[in-house]
């Protein structure tokens, strides 16, 4: 009596926070990944590179130049040298000064509030890079908890493939933006609890081949209406978003 049943259609997407709310605030600052949590943010997506002196950053291109007041090399400067810049003038005057977040700042800071979907951006360029996040993330017992609260992706599967070596309790996804087939997507369920296509690529056909390799599928990144109203219509994990006020 008054127990409820659960079925294992229960299914809940997850809303992901692209680069924070890229769509309102300079992307990968924390103005962008509070306003994200204040938008309803079930995750933050995030971009992670390494500083020339080795610290973990936060930062999408390999080069500073589109979002900071600098030019170069993200991986030709110091963390010190980073911090200084200006991340959020860009964007728009509001934002000076907000700064190049380290990977442990937010992980400290945002961890126990949103999950986090972590991804490693051009990792061959990094040798070692998966094995220090690693390191923080263990340092923190993310991996104990037995859940997807924390998710590390990348493009590059060998990459991927290392990180579940490391540490298999965190799961890692892989970043698709062609349709893929399916020997390609049978060898990536070998170690990846992920597939996230690109929005442009999601149909009946992938999301199902997913599934049934017992995979999820979170879709990025939706930045209009006409995206969002696509993917509407399938049975997705979760969405990346500009504007999280675009999915429901
Ligand atoms: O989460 C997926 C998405 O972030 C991948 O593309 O270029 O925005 O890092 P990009
Ligand atoms: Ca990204």
Redesign the pocket.
């Known amino acids: 009596f008054g127990i409820k049943k659960m079925t294992s259609t229960t299914h809940k997407m997850k809303k992901i926070g692209h ?1 924070g709310a890229a769509g309102y605030c300079p992307e990968n600052t924390f103005p962008s990944y509070d306003r994200a949590i204040e938008m309803g943010a079930d995750y933050l ?1 995030i ?1 992670v590179q390494l500083s020339k002196d080795g610290k973990i950053v936060v930062i ?1 291109d390999s080069l500073v130049d589109r979002t900071t007041d600098h030019k170069g090399k993200v991986s030709d400067f110091t963390f010190d040298e980073l911090r200084k810049m200006d991340a959020g003038s860009w964007f728009s005057q509001k934002f000076r000064g907000a700064c190049i977040p380290s990977f442990e700042e937010v992980l400290d800071k945002y961890a126990d509030r949103v999950g986090l979907l972590i ?1 490693l951006k051009k990792p061959s360029l990094y040798p070692g890079i998966e094995k220090m996040i690693a390191e923080e993330l263990k340092k923190r017992n993310f991996h104990t908890k037995g859940d997807d609260h924390i998710i590390v992706q990348s493009f590059e599967t060998e990459s991927m493939k290392r990180f579940h070596e490391l540490v298999p309790e965190i799961p890692v996804a892989i970043l698709i933006n062609y349709p893929p087939d399916t020997v390609e997507i049978k060898n990536i369920a070998e170690y990846a609890s992920y597939l996230n296509p690109k929005w442009t690529v999601v149909n009946k056909r992938v999301i199902d081949l997913i599934h049934s390799n017992r995979m999820k599928a979170i879709a990025w990144t939706v930045r209009s209406r006409k995206e969002a109203e696509k993917l509407k219509h399938y049975p997705l994990d979760g969405i990346v978003a500009d504007y999280l006020d675009l999915i429901e």
Request: no cysteine.
């Open positions: 680069r997506e971009d999408h991804e």
